[in-house]
């Protein structure tokens, strides 16, 4: 799919857009206040609620899984592969209709 304007009319005047400079007028700064900070017993709360350890590792896991999703994105992982697999090659193993000590049906 294509990414901007599409049609003639969505185009005219595109260019002058773009490059008109914003001026100190029509700037916009967002202003952030900043969060007050938790107290040790609220961080507790959490830390049980999420049953996951400390903040600070479930934070590590989450940078981590925004690593692996800038990854993926530059892979391209859902497109088709460049090298088609071989006949099998992704087949597993198949395991016994019936496991050690259970009867088969």
């Not at 599409?6 to 007028?25: C, F, H, I, N, P």
């Not at 087949?91 to 009867?103: K, V």
Request: hydrophobic letters at 35%.
């Amino acid at each position: 799919m294509a990414e901007g304007p599409t049609t003639e009319y969505a185009r005219r005047g595109q260019g002058a857009m773009l490059s008109k400079e914003v001026g100190a007028d029509e700037a916009k700064v967002l202003r952030i206040e900043p969060e007050p900070p938790l107290t040790a017993e609220q961080i507790d709360e959490v830390e049980q609620k999420i049953g996951a350890g400390l903040i600070e590792e479930v934070i590590m896991v989450a940078e981590g899984e925004r690593k692996l999703i800038d990854v993926m994105l530059e892979s391209k992982v859902w497109e088709e592969l460049e090298v088609k697999p071989t006949e099998g090659q992704w087949a597993y193993y198949e395991r016994d209709r019936h496991t050690p000590g259970t009867q088969a049906r």
